[in-house]
Every structure is written in C-alpha cells, then in structure tokens.
C-alpha cells in the first residue's frame, strides 16, 4: 500500500462484528470503541464523562477516533475501554494504515462531570480521563490542536477520518 491509498473504514474493538461503516457512510462508536479510516465516511459518538481523541494525519488523509470510558487500565488488560490503551492502539492502527505518528494533530474532547452530585468535585472520573489523554499525547510526542473538554453537559461529536473536519455539539 503506498501513503497515498485510501484506506477503507476499519474498525477494531470490542465489537468486531461491526467492520465498516454503514451505507450512509456512518459509524457509530459505542464506549471502548474505536475506528480509522481514509476514506469519506462520518465517525459519531456522544460522551458525557467519556473522553474521545480524534486523530488526523494531513499528510496521508488518514484519521480515527476512539471513545474509552476509564483513565488507565489495569495490568495486562488491553481493552480499549482504558484511555491508555485505546490511544496507543488508536495510534498503532493509523500507523499500520501510513499515518505518520509525528505529523498526527489531535482533538481532545468530552470529561464532563454530568452527574449532578459531583459538580465542583476536583478529579471526577471525567477530569481523570481527559488527563489520561492528555499524558499519552505528550508522552508520544503528538501536537494537541485543540480540548473541548469539562463543563457539565454530554457532547455529540461528528468526525470526518478522511479530512480531519470535527463538529461539536453541547447536549
């Protein structure tokens, strides 16, 4: 495959039944997911307290998304359900694909404190999260373009893989 090849929606999970967008061109990541394509389709998710690390390579076209529900994973657990684990994988796969680790932009989304009783506690899960991206994007040395992060409110996100275009909405 050379760098310029578009790569079709691959998606790697916990459920790997669901292999590749719909005939809309959609997928849906439900939490411990991930997917990374090349091609024109629509990643979409909502977090609340789940954090999801949109990856772009503009060089390649190649981007990815993945939405993880708890900050580190413990020992021998490699379930994209951890942040530390479903970014590094996020990372391994667009690399697998001809993504370029140190040209990848991310965005860092969600970490909202939703549940009512924990407003204005300090290190609520979702805090925990966006740190958890937070320490592996600078520990592989990856640019953060921008954090759409906190607040108390769920977020519905839409990513386009193959351009790097992102939409936010507050729910």
């Given at each position: ?54 990856l772009y390579d503009p060089t390649t076209r190649l981007g990815g998304l993945n939405h993880f529900l708890l900050p580190t994973a413990p020992a021998h657990d490699q379930s994209p359900r951890y942040g530390d684990v ?86």
């Amino acid at each position: 495959m050379t760098a310029t090849a578009r790569v079709q929606p691959v998606h790697a999970a916990k459920y790997p039944s669901r292999t590749s967008a719909d005939a809309q061109g959609k997928i849906y990541l439900h939490p411990g997911e991930f997917a990374v394509a090349g091609v024109p389709c629509t990643i979409t998710t909502i977090l609340g307290s789940c954090v999801s690390v949109c990856l772009y390579d503009p060089t390649t076209r190649l981007g990815g998304l993945n939405h993880f529900l708890l900050p580190t994973a413990p020992a021998h657990d490699q379930s994209p359900r951890y942040g530390d684990v479903a970014l590094m994988q996020l990372i391994e796969m667009l690399e697998s694909h001809g993504a370029n680790r140190h040209l990848l932009t991310a965005t860092v989304i969600g970490g909202a404190c939703v549940l009512e009783a924990y407003h204005g506690v300090r290190g609520h899960i979702g805090t925990q999260n966006v740190r958890a991206a937070l320490s592996v994007l600078q520990q592989q040395r990856i640019a953060v373009s921008t954090t759409l992060v906190g607040g108390a409110r769920a977020r519905k996100l839409r990513f386009r893989p193959d351009t790097g275009y992102l939409m936010v909405n507050t729910l």
